[in-house]
């Protein structure tokens, strides 16, 4: 999830994943806190509230076989999209 060569956060990319984190999952809506998952490497404002099923499942993780988005006919844009107005909606 980390690799070596990714750059670290600065304090407002930090505040932004924090905000993220505190949401429930962008797919099937549990509770928070969540995994931050960044739609491309390094670029943290592409980052989805998701838990760590929908994230990292084997099953319905988005880096496994995605069942549970297909089910939801979801996809990370559409998650993207989601996340985005809800921290617009809260500022
Ligand atoms: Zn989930
Ligand atoms: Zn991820």
């Given amino acids: 999830m980390h690799s ?3 750059s670290a956060p600065t304090s407002g990319q930090r505040r932004s994943i924090e905000r993220v ?8 809506g549990a509770a928070g806190p969540s995994e931050a998952h960044e739609l491309r490497q390094g670029l943290w404002h ?6 760590p099923d ?6 319905n993780g988005i880096h496994g076989q995605q069942r549970i988005w297909k089910v939801k006919k979801l996809d990370e844009l559409a998650v993207l999209d989601k996340t985005i107005a809800a921290v617009m909606e809260a500022a």
């Fill in 4 to 6: 070596k060569n990714k």
């Fill in 21 to 28: 984190k505190a949401m429930p999952c962008g797919v099937c």
């Fill in 46 to 51: 592409t980052a989805i509230p998701l838990c």
């Fill in 54 to 59: 929908c994230h990292r499942g084997g099953f």
